[in-house]
């Protein structure tokens, strides 16, 4: 069987900072990963880890003091070298729908979510027709439970939930191929989570007249709703992914091989409820080997050189891929392995 081309394709993509005095800040390090047609990849990780960072980059949507390296393919055009013409008429919305973090930095303020929802209707479908029109902004809303008795409201009358679903409705309109979802189910409750990525879910799986397929890369730090609706999960840590694996592998069993991802599951309440210990370190002040190594039960002094990633893992002493072990323990890892 001939495998697709992914829908997007992601090689060595890094993105670092320029701050006053020469000072380099690396949020994104060499990001290798592919979205395949018709697949879901959750990017997870602790907050400051480099995500939003990362779909920023695909849209284009960097700050001045930014410098971007590496690829990102989408059909035959590379994100990270399209000019704002391009990316401002062709990739927003109509390549790339977002769901973005902050809604209400992304919604209008001084229209309603009706208005907003039938100018992306008419700008982005072949609806015409105010009648039409109309009817179509209607069932955006309805796709994500966005009530109808307040689709005349403005952004600022609405609860962070209902921004929330606004945005998403906004996203799934212009039926784009691939959908980024940056903490598409911030501020709702768990009834509500479930019934968004259960929509995103949809419109991934959906056929799409060209039969080229649909793909969602969806940045959570919700692992439920990971768990949920991922094919593949890749966890970042300190700007790097450090290792990328499938989904009923990585919440079943052998689970994850990577500790730091191994904590993450750890730390949930319905597992061990164990945090991890120590803080993330500043992505400005990284190590030289490898950044989870103070935090790390398992490290040794070999942690000092960055891992190779073998198989879609970056780690010198990763977990055994029977699962049969746990993380040996929670104690901090030793001077040697901090050098």
């Known amino acids: 069987m001939t495998e697709r081309t992914p829908v997007l394709s992601v090689r060595g993509l890094s993105v670092r900072f320029l701050m006053p005095g020469g000072r380099r800040v690396a949020a994104v390090t060499d990001a290798h990963f592919d979205v395949a047609p018709g697949e879901c990849l959750a990017l997870i990780g602790e907050s400051g880890c480099g995500k939003s960072v990362l779909a920023s ?5 960097l700050p001045a003091n930014a410098q971007s390296a590496g690829s990102a393919r989408l059909g035959g055009l590379d994100l990270l070298t399209a000019d704002e013409k391009t990316l401002g008429r062709t990739v927003r919305g109509r390549l790339i729908g977002l769901v973005p973090q902050s809604p209400a930095a992304h919604l209008t303020p001084v229209r309603t979510i009706r208005s907003q ?4 209707v008419a700008a982005l479908t072949g609806v015409r027709g105010r009648a039409a ?3 179509a902004a209607r069932a955006a809303a309805e796709r994500v439970a966005f009530p109808a008795g307040h689709l005349d409201r403005h952004p600022h ?3 962070g939930g209902l921004a929330q679903r606004a945005a998403t409705a906004l996203a799934l309109v212009g039926d784009a191929p691939l959908l980024l979802a940056d903490e598409p189910t911030t501020g709702l409750d768990r009834d509500l989570v479930d019934r968004t990525v259960d929509e995103l879910r949809r419109h991934v799986d959906a056929e799409t007249g060209d039969g080229t397929g649909r793909g969602l890369l969806m940045i959570t730090h919700d692992l439920a709703a ?5 094919d593949r999960v890749a ?5 790097r992914i450090v290792e990328l694996t499938d989904a009923r592998r990585f919440f079943g069993s052998p689970g994850p091989r990577h ?3 191994r904590g993450l599951l750890q730390a949930l309440p319905d597992r061990a409820f164990t945090p991890i210990p120590g803080m993330p370190p500043e992505l400005g002040d990284l190590p030289g080997g490898c950044a989870f190594a103070p935090r790390c039960p398992r490290a040794t002094g070999a942690c000092a050189a960055l891992p190779p990633v073998t198989d879609g893992l970056a780690c010198h002493h990763p977990l055994p891929a029977s699962g049969a072990e746990e993380l040996r323990s929670t104690t901090p890892a030793p001077e040697n392995a901090r050098a």
């Open 226 to 230: 990971a768990e949920r609706i991922a």
């Open 157 to 159: 009358e609405l609860s």
């Open 259 to 261: 500790p730091y991802s």
């Open 57 to 61: 980059a695909l849209l284009g949507l």
């Open 235 to 239: 966890v970042m840590y300190a700007g």
């Open 133 to 135: 029109v109309r009817a």
């Open 117 to 120: 929802l039938e100018e992306t």
